[in-house]
């Protein structure tokens, strides 16, 4: 499956309705500015002269003149003031440098746990703009055992994915051949190497992995932890990646629904690079979660 089968990006999330509380927090105070809390004088030009001057005053320093009372203003006028500068700031932050999300599942393991709260670069690809996420300066492309957040294709239209974000591992790039049989990774050809590390130990939600074989997979400069079933092998595929798409895979290969199943993910779907855990919740607090992962 590719773009031409894919849902829109756009869906209704944190940044949406950020974006439309600051569409309508900046209507409200302008209609405020400009026709109801106008100056003193005689005549409509001074009138509307002060209005405009207080609207540009906000405009500018997204802030209320010091020398201007607004308390008799009405709640709402007060409270779109006062909260738009710090909303506009949490959505630049979000939209543009970087964005958390939630790990709801296992399909990460052992690299991430269910419950570990991570950070999403926005400006390791590029410069995109926010809700759309249409890329407007390019810096590079994903590369192959890149850790990224896109937004499901959901190429099945399934309502109970709509606007679904998922985290997986890049593990192919446009053109390339990807052979998986066995649990065993081939790209263009090319055996993909493991280490043995030894019998997986689960912890809270991940507890039913404990057995699983702990690898690590030599995936060119970026070699990473993966999870096997040492009972079944996880679904095997044989495709190559389509230009302007990604193929990718969560490290438990046997519970990951990820490219295997339901087909590429579009570049432009793609919101970022995964780099650091800040905060860990599952059944408990863990505090040695917090960092960096490969």
Do not use: C
Not at 278 to 286: Q, R
């Amino acid at each position: 499956m590719t773009i031409e089968n894919a849902a829109p990006f756009f869906a209704w999330d944190v940044s949406s309705w950020l974006a439309t509380f600051l569409v309508v927090a900046f209507l409200i105070v302008s209609i405020d500015q400009l026709f109801f809390n106008t100056g003193k004088g005689d005549d409509n030009s001074s009138k509307n002269k002060t209005g405009l001057g207080k609207f540009i005053y906000f405009v500018l320093f997204l802030r209320f003149n010091k020398s201007q009372k607004y308390e008799n203003r009405p709640k709402v006028v007060q409270w779109s003031a006062e909260f738009f500068p710090v909303i506009l700031l949490v959505f630049v932050l979000r939209g543009f440098i970087v964005e958390p999300f939630r790990i709801p599942s296992n399909s990460m393991m052992p690299t991430l746990l269910t419950g570990d709260f991570i950070l999403v670069s926005k400006l390791d690809y590029g410069v995109s703009i926010p809700i759309l996420n249409k890329k407007i300066i390019e810096f590079s492309k994903p590369k192959r055992g890149d850790v990224v957040v896109f937004r499901y294709p959901n190429y099945e239209k399934d309502s109970k994915y709509k606007g679904a974000d998922f985290i997986k591992r890049v593990v192919g790039i446009p053109g390339d051949k990807i052979i998986y049989h066995s649990d065993r990774l081939r790209v263009n050809g090319e055996k993909v190497h493991y280490q043995d590390v030894g019998s997986y130990k689960g912890v809270e939600s991940g507890i039913k992995m404990t057995g699983f074989k702990h690898k690590v997979e030599l995936l060119e400069d970026a070699s990473h932890d993966v999870l096997l079933d040492p009972n079944n092998d996880s679904r095997g595929v044989k495709a190559t990646v389509p230009e302007g798409h990604y193929f990718v895979m969560g490290d438990n290969r046997s519970r990951s629904s990820d490219s295997r199943f339901w087909g590429f993910v579009p570049e432009e779907y793609i919101i970022g690079k995964a780099f650091g855990i800040w905060m860990h919740y599952d059944e408990s607090l863990k505090f040695d979660r917090i960092g960096g992962f490969d």
